[in-house]
């Protein structure tokens, strides 16, 4: 029971390359997010799904795509690089409850990504 | 938007101290508070969730209390341990439902 697994764990891309982070969960969970981790700054929600097939924008979701074709997987994409992307991104999940909120959320252990 | 402070400067104590963390809210008032622990390159990890009907809630040496008057959450951990250094975050719900994250406070056990 692996929980959350994100691939890679660190990449360096040029500016204006593309790229796609992937995350899995084998927990069977309904919810899955997509944050940013900034120093001083608290995590922020890029993108998220309610379950397969369905994805909404959360915080500051410029600049990202996502897809949940697969119910166990969620894939952030970057299609054009940028410097202000260089960030600690996290992969989360959790089970079906009132909204998004009030379930703990399952954690992968980040993607460090560089932007040069 | 909600908002989420928590004292970005690090906390030391000795060991066996109780270290008590603080976590102030604005803009919005919350049902739900949840803390999380994280190690340095490590993903967030789930410690306790608190409803706003719940004043108080204890799971082993840590306790979270939760006070909608004064928008504030404390976050207790009894006897520390040097293996209690990390980085805690607090999150509460926002007016979209989804969570929000304060930057975390450090917090460093000295043997």
């Known amino acids: ?33 997509w944050y940013r981790q900034d120093p001083g700054m608290g995590l922020r929600l890029i993108h998220y799904s309610v379950g397969e097939g369905t994805t909404a924008k959360g915080e500051v979701p410029d600049g990202y795509n996502v897809s949940r074709l697969k119910k166990q997987n969620f894939l952030l994409g970057l299609e054009s690089a940028a410097p202000s992307q260089t960030s600690v991104y996290f ?5 079906l409850g009132q909204g998004l909120s009030n379930q703990p959320q399952h954690f992968g252990d980040g993607t460090r990504l560089s932007i040069l | 938007s909600q908002k989420i402070e928590q004292n970005s400067e690090a906390l030391n104590i000795q060991e066996g101290k109780t270290a008590t963390l603080t976590c102030n809210y604005t803009n919005y008032s919350p049902a739900y508070l949840q803390w999380y622990r994280q190690d340095p390159g490590r993903g ?5 969730l608190i409803r706003e009907n719940e004043k108080e809630k204890r799971k082993e040496r ?12 404390l976050f207790h951990i009894t006897a520390s341990q040097p293996a ?8 509460t719900n926002n007016a979209g439902n989804m969570l929000t994250f304060g930057g975390g406070t450090r917090l460093m056990v000295k043997p």
């Open chain 1, 91 to 95: 992969c989360a999940s959790s089970i």
């Open chain 1, 1 to 33: 029971n692996a929980g959350v697994t994100q691939t890679p764990k660190f990449r360096v891309l040029k500016t204006g390359q593309s790229m796609t982070l992937l995350c899995a969960q084998d927990m069977n969970h309904e919810y899955m997010y």
């Open chain 2, 84 to 91: 209690d250094s990390a980085t805690y975050l607090c999150a």
């Open chain 2, 44 to 48: 967030p990890v789930f410690l306790l």
């Open chain 2, 62 to 73: 840590l306790k979270v209390t939760f006070d909608t008057t004064l928008k504030q959450s």
